[in-house]
């Protein structure tokens, strides 16, 4: 894994994709990484453009939040950051999102079945709806914790998506193929109706992108 200084550098590019790829905007959305061989994490401070942060800017807290570094306080979904880490020791990057059809999943709290194959390859499934609870909160943090099991992205009620990996290549990744898959469905259920695939051709789909091609893009 890159060392901390190349993570701060692959943070801040991680930033300025999302609000390239209209997944945010203004100052909304979160990223957070795992620093090796460390407990701490680096993570996008409250409120700042994204456009605007150095390197300096990002925040380092430990596992219990506290901050050692940064210029400014970590960004107020950190509780949900940290509890994700805590649950999920294979996920080492979070990239959360409001990107525009994800979230109308979302607001109308849907689901997205396993309904094309990248996204079933990455995520393990369908991208499922967390309880609703407000910003910021425990109860958040919780909701999607329980919400995102096993796979690698999930969907919060009338909020957005949080994306995960083992990189912040992988965490982003995640975060487009919902939103592509999200958009998809919404126009595949005005064309008739959106065909699920099988639980078995999901988990062929996704052994096969743990095993190999994770490996081969390492």
């Known amino acids: 894994m890159p060392n901390e200084t190349e993570l701060r550098k692959q943070l801040l590019k991680t930033g300025y994709s ?30 700042r453009n994204y456009l605007e942060l150095s390197s300096d ?50 607001v109308a709290r849907k689901s997205i079945p396993p309904i094309i194959e990248d996204l079933v390859q990455l995520t393990g499934g369908s991208i499922d709806v967390s309880n609703y609870a407000l910003p ?6 919780k909701n999607t914790v329980s919400a995102l099991g096993q796979k690698n992205a999930v969907l919060m009620a009338n909020h957005g998506v949080v994306g995960c990996g083992q990189s912040l290549a992988e965490a982003m990744t995640a975060c487009e193929l919902v939103e592509k898959a999200a958009q998809i469905y919404i126009y595949a259920n005005q064309l008739g109706g959106a065909h699920v695939l099988s639980d078995k051709d ?15 893009s390492k």
């Open 57 to 106: 800017d990002l925040a380092r807290v430990d596992a219990n939040g506290k901050l050692i570094s940064g210029n400014y306080k970590p960004s107020s979904e950190l509780p949900l950051h940290l509890a994700v880490y805590q649950t999920r020791p294979d996920i080492n990057a979070i990239v959360h999102t409001h990107s525009i059809f994800a979230s109308a999943m979302a």
């Open 18 to 47: 999302l609000l390239d790829k209209g997944l945010v905007a203004g100052t909304w959305g979160n990223i957070s990484v795992r620093i090796p061989d460390t407990t701490h994490i680096l993570i996008t401070p409250s409120g």
């Open 136 to 141: 910021g909160t425990a109860e958040l943090a």
């Open 202 to 216: 999901v988990a062929v789909m996704h052994e096969f992108y743990v095993n190999y091609y994770r490996e081969q």
